[in-house]
Protein backbone atom coordinates (compact mmCIF):
# COMPACT_ATOMS: atom_id res chain seq x y z
CA UNK A 1 0.00 0.00 0.00
CA UNK A 2 0.95 3.52 -1.21
CA UNK A 3 1.74 5.86 2.03
CA UNK A 4 1.64 9.76 1.49
CA UNK A 5 2.60 11.54 4.72
CA UNK A 6 2.32 15.79 5.00
CA UNK A 7 4.04 17.61 7.30
CA UNK A 8 5.01 21.28 7.72
CA UNK A 9 1.53 23.02 8.71
CA UNK A 10 1.43 25.72 11.19
CA UNK A 11 -0.04 29.06 11.87
CA UNK A 12 1.57 32.18 10.40
CA UNK A 13 0.79 35.93 10.20
CA UNK A 14 -0.63 37.14 6.90
CA UNK A 15 2.49 37.32 4.26
CA UNK A 16 4.36 34.72 6.04
CA UNK A 17 5.52 31.39 4.54
CA UNK A 18 5.40 27.57 5.27
CA UNK A 19 6.97 24.89 3.10
CA UNK A 20 4.92 21.78 3.23
CA UNK A 21 6.44 18.15 2.43
CA UNK A 22 4.62 14.92 1.01
CA UNK A 23 6.94 11.64 1.72
CA UNK A 24 5.75 9.15 -0.43
CA UNK A 25 6.38 5.58 0.34
CA UNK A 26 5.82 1.78 -1.57
CA UNK A 27 6.21 3.32 -5.03
CA UNK A 28 7.80 1.25 -7.49
CA UNK A 29 7.30 4.04 -9.88
CA UNK A 30 8.97 6.89 -11.76
CA UNK A 31 6.43 8.58 -13.77
CA UNK A 32 3.82 9.85 -11.45
CA UNK A 33 1.38 12.89 -11.31
CA UNK A 34 1.56 14.14 -7.68
CA UNK A 35 -0.54 17.32 -6.25
CA UNK A 36 -1.49 19.35 -3.65
CA UNK A 37 -5.32 19.97 -2.64
CA UNK A 38 -6.88 22.10 -0.37
CA UNK A 39 -10.10 22.03 1.65
CA UNK A 40 -11.25 25.09 4.13
CA UNK A 41 -14.76 24.12 6.24
CA UNK A 42 -17.64 24.65 4.08
CA UNK A 43 -15.97 24.51 0.40
CA UNK A 44 -15.20 22.04 -1.73
CA UNK A 45 -11.78 20.69 -2.49
CA UNK A 46 -9.78 22.17 -4.91
CA UNK A 47 -6.35 21.45 -6.43
CA UNK A 48 -3.17 24.08 -5.58
CA UNK A 49 -0.42 22.35 -7.68
CA UNK A 50 0.48 19.45 -9.60
CA UNK A 51 3.66 18.27 -10.60
CA UNK A 52 3.87 15.51 -13.53
CA UNK A 53 6.98 13.97 -12.95
CA UNK A 54 7.34 12.49 -15.71
CA UNK A 55 7.82 15.26 -17.97
CA UNK A 56 8.59 17.80 -15.35
CA UNK A 57 5.19 19.21 -15.77
CA UNK A 58 3.33 21.39 -13.14
CA UNK A 59 0.14 23.55 -12.83
CA UNK A 60 -1.01 26.07 -10.69
CA UNK A 61 -4.36 27.37 -9.81
CA UNK A 62 -4.59 30.60 -10.76
CA UNK A 63 -5.52 31.83 -7.22
CA UNK A 64 -1.88 30.90 -6.22
CA UNK A 65 0.60 31.44 -8.92
CA UNK A 66 3.48 33.35 -8.51
CA UNK A 67 2.90 32.57 -4.89
CA UNK A 68 3.28 28.52 -4.02
CA UNK A 69 5.80 26.64 -5.77
CA UNK A 70 5.75 22.89 -5.78
CA UNK A 71 8.72 20.63 -6.26
CA UNK A 72 10.34 17.31 -5.69
CA UNK A 73 13.32 15.14 -4.28
CA UNK A 74 13.74 12.53 -6.08
CA UNK A 75 16.06 11.16 -3.89
CA UNK A 76 14.11 11.45 -1.08
CA UNK A 77 10.67 10.87 -2.87
CA UNK A 78 9.42 13.74 -1.46
CA UNK A 79 7.67 16.35 -2.91
CA UNK A 80 7.26 20.04 -1.43
CA UNK A 81 4.80 22.74 -1.49
CA UNK A 82 6.89 26.11 -0.65
CA UNK A 83 4.10 28.77 0.39
CA UNK A 84 5.00 32.21 0.09
CA UNK A 85 3.24 35.56 0.46
CA UNK A 86 0.20 33.72 2.33
CA UNK A 87 -2.89 34.85 2.91
CA UNK A 88 -5.91 34.86 5.08
CA UNK A 89 -7.85 32.85 2.58
CA UNK A 90 -5.24 30.24 1.93
CA UNK A 91 -6.26 28.83 5.38
CA UNK A 92 -7.58 25.35 4.79
CA UNK A 93 -6.19 21.40 5.29
CA UNK A 94 -3.84 20.60 3.07
CA UNK A 95 -3.79 17.35 1.27
CA UNK A 96 -1.26 15.31 -0.37
CA UNK A 97 -2.08 12.92 -3.38
CA UNK A 98 -0.98 10.68 -6.23
CA UNK A 99 -1.49 8.75 -8.90
CA UNK A 100 0.94 6.31 -9.81
CA UNK A 101 2.65 4.98 -13.22
CA UNK A 102 0.54 7.46 -15.70
CA UNK A 103 -0.02 9.20 -18.18
CA UNK A 104 -2.58 11.28 -16.88
CA UNK A 105 -2.32 14.30 -14.78
CA UNK A 106 -4.49 17.37 -14.19
CA UNK A 107 -5.76 19.40 -11.38
CA UNK A 108 -8.89 17.52 -11.06
CA UNK A 109 -9.17 15.43 -7.35
CA UNK A 110 -11.30 13.00 -9.19
CA UNK A 111 -8.14 11.72 -10.98
CA UNK A 112 -6.09 10.86 -7.80
CA UNK A 113 -5.45 7.72 -6.02
CA UNK A 114 -3.71 8.15 -3.08
CA UNK A 115 -4.48 11.05 -0.02
CA UNK A 116 -2.33 11.88 2.73
CA UNK A 117 -3.95 12.61 6.32
CA UNK A 118 -3.79 16.35 5.46
CA UNK A 119 -1.72 18.99 7.58
CA UNK A 120 -3.50 22.26 8.51
CA UNK A 121 -2.42 25.59 7.36
CA UNK A 122 -3.83 29.25 9.39
CA UNK A 123 -3.05 32.40 8.25
CA UNK A 124 -4.14 34.97 10.18
CA UNK A 125 -4.44 38.90 9.55
Known amino acids: QVQLVESGGGSVQAGGSLRLSCAAS????????MGWFRQAPGREREGVAVIYTGMGRTYYADSVKGRFTISQDNAKNTVYLQMNSLKPEDTAMYYC??????????????????WGQGTQVTVSS
Open 97 to 114: AARLNTMACSMSPGLFTY
Open 26 to 33: GSRYSSNC
